[in-house]
C-alpha cells in the first residue's frame, strides 16, 4: 500500500526597484491543523472554515516550527492571497503574496510566515527564513507550494 500524503516547499525573494531579485527557498513544516482541516474538508465539513486563505507574516522569531505551532511567533500583518495556480493536474496548488513597495510590515524585519485558515486564525503551515528588513525600497514576494502525493 502507497501512502500519501502533502508536504509543502517555501520561498520568499526580495525584489529592489530596480527588478534585483534575492531568493530564498526551503522546505515547510505542516502543522497537525493542516491534517485537521484537510479531513474536515474532505467531508464538507465548515468548507470554507479551513480553507487556505491568507499569509501571515512575523518578525524575530528563535523558535524552529513544529507541527504543533498554532501561531507566529511575533505576528505582524496577515494578507489573502494574491494569486493562486493549480499545477500538475491539480495535485500541487501554488499561492503567492506580494508585499508592495509601499505596504503596513514596512519597519518590521521580517523572519516567519504561515497560511493561515479562512477563519483567520488557524495556522496551516509555518517556516522560518532570513531576516529581511521590510522598507520602501523593495517588495517581498512569498510562494508556498502545497504537494498532495
Request: with cysteine; hydrophobic share 40%.
Amino acid at each position: 500500500m502507497t501512502k500519501g500524503g502533502c508536504y509543502g516547499e517555501f520561498s520568499v525573494v526580495m525584489i529592489d526597484k530596480k527588478g534585483s531579485r534575492s531568493r530564498y527557498k526551503s522546505p515547510n513544516v505542516i502543522t497537525f491543523d493542516m491534517s485537521k482541516a484537510l479531513s474536515h474538508l474532505l467531508v464538507g465539513d465548515a468548507a470554507g472554515t479551513y480553507a487556505a486563505t491568507y499569509l501571515a507574516v512575523g518578525e524575530g522569531a528563535s523558535l524552529a516550527p513544529t507541527r504543533s505551532d498554532t501561531s507566529l511567533e511575533s505576528f505582524v500583518a496577515q494578507y489573502p492571497f494574491g494569486d493562486i495556480v493549480f499545477l500538475q493536474g491539480d495535485i500541487r496548488v501554488e499561492l503567492k503574496v506580494l508585499l508592495d513597495f509601499v505596504d503596513p510590515a514596512n519597519g518590521s524585519t521580517l523572519q516567519e510566515a504561515g497560511l493561515v485558515a479562512a477563519d483567520g486564525t488557524t495556522l496551516l503551515t509555518r517556516q522560518l527564513h532570513v531576516p529581511i528588513s521590510k522598507t520602501e525600497d523593495h517588495q517581498v514576494e512569498y510562494t508556498w507550494i502545497i504537494h498532495f502525493t
